[in-house]
């Protein structure tokens, strides 16, 4: 009788393997990880900050004039967005109790990408987490004007104005936001940034009440007030 040939189990999937499938624009395969690592018992906020987030910080380094590719990005950005949408439409980022307070007070977030950038896919996945946890999240969209922020903050009644950045030239665009709230008495507004340039700076140089290191960063801080 012929001997069976043992072939060796699969390792169990990491969060590393969606990292990797989104930076190769895989956006099928992400969503299958993810699946695969929700149904393993990894929390959602471990695939976005380990996984999605990581893939997207490592893509934006590699952008430089030499390396730069704008379909690569797409795809990436295609996939990321991917996984995030699983888990918003399966509801795994609506579990937590402690959001309902949110949930039914339906708080205001305005939010966008400072003018001087059109990086829109950090932004997004704030937007996404923020949603999926009760905010309404008016999103002004890329290459927004600090005024124009304000503004919509006031006609929407929002509670907190969230500006993204990814590149450092926008700082002094950044830091014009709190003045114009200011100047419409507006001191009760809550200002939080986010994005790799930002983050390499401190609340007080960038003129807002805080700096978020990821999505979950923010919701927390934002949840805390």
């Known amino acids: 009788m012929k001997k069976l040939q043992k072939f060796p189990q699969k390792e169990v999937v990491t969060v590393e393997e969606i990292r990797q499938a989104i930076i190769a624009g895989e956006n099928e395969d992400a969503v299958a990880i993810a699946k695969t690592l929700i149904n393993g018992g990894i929390m959602p906020e471990e695939i976005i900050i380990n996984g999605v987030t990581k893939a997207m910080e490592y893509l934006d380094k590699k952008c430089t004039i030499q390396d730069f590719c704008l379909l690569e ?3 990436a950005g295609r996939a990321a967005m991917d996984v995030i949408d699983y888990l918003c439409s399966e509801g795994i980022l609506n579990e937590d109790p402690e959001h309902s307070t949110a949930r039914n007070s339906k708080e205001k977030i305005i939010l966008g990408t400072i003018k001087g950038d059109i990086h829109e896919i950090g932004k997004n996945i704030f937007s996404m987490v ?3 946890y009760g905010y309404q999240v008016i999103d002004m969209g890329k290459d927004v004007d600090p005024a124009d922020l304000v503004m919509s903050a006031f006609d ?3 509670e907190v104005i969230a500006v993204s ?3 450092t030239t926008t700082v002094t665009r950044v830091r014009e936001v709190r003045k ?3 100047a419409r008495d507006g001191h009760s507004v809550k200002i939080i940034a986010g994005g790799a340039a930002l983050q390499q700076s401190s609340a007080e140089f ?3 009440d805080y700096v978020a290191a990821s999505a979950f960063d923010g919701l927390h801080f934002i ?3």
Do not use: D, G, P, T
Request: aromatic share 4%.
């Open 180 to 182: 114009y709230a200011a």
């Open 223 to 225: 949840r805390s007030i």
């Open 156 to 158: 929407h009644k929002a």
């Open 165 to 167: 950045s990814l590149i």
């Open 206 to 208: 960038l003129n807002v």
């Open 73 to 75: 990005l797409m795809l």
């Open 130 to 132: 923020m949603r999926s």
